[in-house]
């Protein structure tokens, strides 16, 4: 059994860590003591592919697997919990429930 990452899961952790340290990194202190949303954040992970990582590309999601999930969450959980919260949650509770139990035309919508 193989249990050294992938190139491509090095590659999505490279790009998390890489977007954290640039970017999170900058407004984690003032959108914590300020209670503000990471509207921005979550748009920018989004276009990285984070929001939808265990989608089917077939509904427009990455289709990654499951290690590069969590070595992306780590990533982003190192510099801000919060956004990694909000991460998780996309990802597990909102696209698997619709990919899994969701109608046809909801997983096409999502």
Avoid: W
């Avoid at 090095?10 to 300020?34: C, F, G, N, P, W």
């Avoid at 992970?45 to 780590?74: C, I, R, W």
């Avoid at 991460?87 to 899994?100: A, D, H, P, R």
Wanted: charged share 25%; aromatic share 8%.
């Amino acid at each position: 059994m193989n249990f050294e990452f992938t190139e491509e899961q090095l590659m999505i952790q490279q790009s998390a860590r890489d977007y954290a340290q640039r970017e999170l990194i900058k407004d984690v202190i003032e959108r914590d003591t300020h209670a503000i949303y990471p509207t921005e954040h979550v748009k920018a992970l989004s276009e990285l592919g984070f929001m939808g990582m265990l989608v089917d590309p077939k509904y427009d999601g990455g289709g990654m697997d499951t290690v590069s999930y969590v070595l992306a969450m780590e990533e982003i959980s190192k510099v801000d919990s919060s956004v990694s919260v909000i991460m998780s949650v996309n990802n597990s509770l909102v696209c698997y429930g619709i990919e899994k139990f969701g109608t046809e035309e909801q997983r096409k919508n999502s």
